[in-house]
């Protein structure tokens, strides 16, 4: 269930962090020479007041967050996203908690109590530390001006505040996690000014802020993929702010000629581990557009790792368009001669054989498959069409 939710929401919850036109130049320029300065730490309201409620709701959905099987619980994932947090934060520092969450959409949000979300999607898509740390300051600039809470009182004078507050309830499900972040959508003014103090926090803390504007690029070509071919006939947020491009200069050019920490390497260390579930889940999504483009960025900054080839391989058999079998064939004979290869790649070449009526090969590669991993989930599965193609 969580991953049809996952599927439908997909193209309204991808970019919540950006959802914004570009601000005036000047000001843009102000935050990223570091004019900004960030607010005391926050003290926690009275509970008798809106923001005092709010802060109460949102620790009781942090309690069931730490329990949550969605909550991904590795240690060293979760120390580095808490350690580059507090990087960008500074003396609040202490007020933030970072939980990664396991679902393949591209997010990162913040509570107004301090509790923010990582979601996996969103580290399987940036490259390196310092787009992480784009992302992560964007959020912890929400955070620091208080949107959530101007947000909230907005709904309460339009009386929406019971739609608001609905999905808080239900945080356990990936699917009602999205809901909350499109209902709790940031004003495009926020959106601009979260944008400038990301820049002017990820600068401070020493990291590149070229690699923001990159982070946007990248998502965008994904949503470009596909017929629709326009990101705004394919995502509601692009729809209803068409200004892509612009907020893309707009973040070269608060980075203007600066440079600093990429971390590249570091980042990728702490991703590899989870890499395999990543891109598992990843396909899991169905949306093979988007995966191919997400993929062949990576293939083509690992070309050795054969199992990135069979993801996209399987991607394209999956999709199965124009000359997608013949090219995840390609893909799969090479994943087979590179590092990392793939067991799961001759499986794959055994259901395109089998399906182009190619009986004996078809068997060979799912004897192969079988011999690799003799304890696979669907060993079952493959070994009744192996009995089938023998009889």
């Keep these: 269930m969580a991953a049809r939710a996952n599927t439908a929401l997909s193209r309204r919850r991808w970019l919540q962090w950006g959802c914004a036109h570009c601000a005036a130049l000047g ?101 390196n530390e310092a787009q992480l740390a784009a992302v992560l300051g964007h959020e912890i600039g929400h955070y620091l001006q208080r949107h959530s ?5 907005d709904a309460q004078a339009r009386s ?19 809901a909350l972040a499109g209902l709790l959508a940031y004003s495009r003014e926020h959106e601009r000014e979260a944008d400038r103090i990301g820049i002017a926090l990820m600068t401070k803390a020493g990291h590149d802020p070229r690699e923001a ?7 965008r070509d994904e949503l470009s993929a596909g017929p629709a071919g326009d990101p705004a006939k394919r995502s509601v947020m692009f729809a209803t702010h068409p200004g892509i491009e612009e907020r893309q200069v707009l973040l070269e050019q608060m980075a203007a000629d600066k440079s600093g920490f990429v971390g590249e390497s570091e980042y990728q260390a702490i991703v590899e581990p989870m890499l395999w579930d990543l891109c598992e889940d990843e396909l899991k999504r169905a949306q093979y557009d988007e995966s191919i483009v997400l993929l062949d ?20 058999r999956l999709r199965a368009q124009g000359d997608d079998i013949e090219r ?26 089998r399906e182009q009526g190619r009986k004996e090969d078809a068997a060979a590669s799912f004897s192969r498959y079988l011999e690799a991993l003799p304890a696979a989930p669907d060993a079952g599965l493959v070994q009744s069409y192996l009995s089938e193609l023998k009889t």
């Design 27 to 127: 000001g843009a320029a102000a935050y990223a020479q570091g004019d900004w300065v960030a607010p005391p730490r926050h003290t926690r309201p009275d509970l008798a007041g809106d923001e005092g409620g709010l802060w109460a709701l949102m620790d009781r959905e942090e309690t069931k967050l730490r329990r949550s099987s969605f909550l991904v619980r590795d240690p060293t994932l979760r120390n580095y996203l808490s350690s580059l947090a507090c990087k960008l934060a500074g003396e609040h520092c202490p007020d933030v908690r970072v939980y990664p969450v396991r679902t393949p959409l591209f997010n990162a949000s913040m509570a107004p109590n301090g509790m923010m979300q990582v979601w996996t999607g969103l580290l399987l898509r940036v490259e």
């Design 149 to 153: 809470i101007e947000r909230l009182r």
């Design 160 to 178: 929406a505040f019971a739609t608001l507050l609905a999905p808080f309830g239900i945080v356990g499900l990936v699917g009602q996690l999205g």
């Design 213 to 219: 504007a990159k982070v946007w690029a990248n998502i």
């Design 297 to 316: 960025r990576h293939c083509e900054k690992r070309p050795r790792r054969g199992d990135l080839r069979w993801f996209r391989g399987e991607a394209r």
């Design 328 to 353: 995840a064939v390609a893909d799969f004979n090479a994943a087979l001669t590179l590092d990392k290869p793939p067991a799961q790649a001759h499986r794959s070449l055994g259901f395109i054989q």
